[in-house]
């Protein structure tokens, strides 16, 4: 499924293969194959209305993927991929909240610097703030 995503050129392709994953997004962010096809996926679907989706639907297992081997690559490239302001916002209130655990986590504090290397320490204040209230 992989290399079939990786082929994908044409609009109405990536359609076709959104549309045959978009439900199992959850299930595949967890599995150990089906994890690399989704970072693939959000590759292929970058700079797209259909990138948004995807992202939403893997945002309320963002604190669970963080802490994961394979899941924390998957909310990295989200982060580096994700353009707009809503969903940049809410990512960063994600990361906030579960700073704690994520910051300790040897996979999850990649995602805290990722965050902080990609929209900068002014951007992620609410991050910072919860670093100085807890570690401080």
Known sequence: MQRLVEQVCEDSEKLVIFNSIVNEVERLAFHHKGNY?????????KGTELLTE??????????????????????NKAIVLVCEDNQINAIIAILAEHMVATIQSPYGNYAITTALETWGFDRCQPIMVKVKENFA
Do not use: A, K, N, W
């Open 37 to 45: 096809v989704l970072l693939t996926l959000l590759s292929m679907l």
């Open 54 to 75: 995807v992202v939403e639907r893997l945002m309320p297992r963002f604190p669970q993927l963080t802490l994961d081997q394979l899941g924390i690559c998957l909310v």
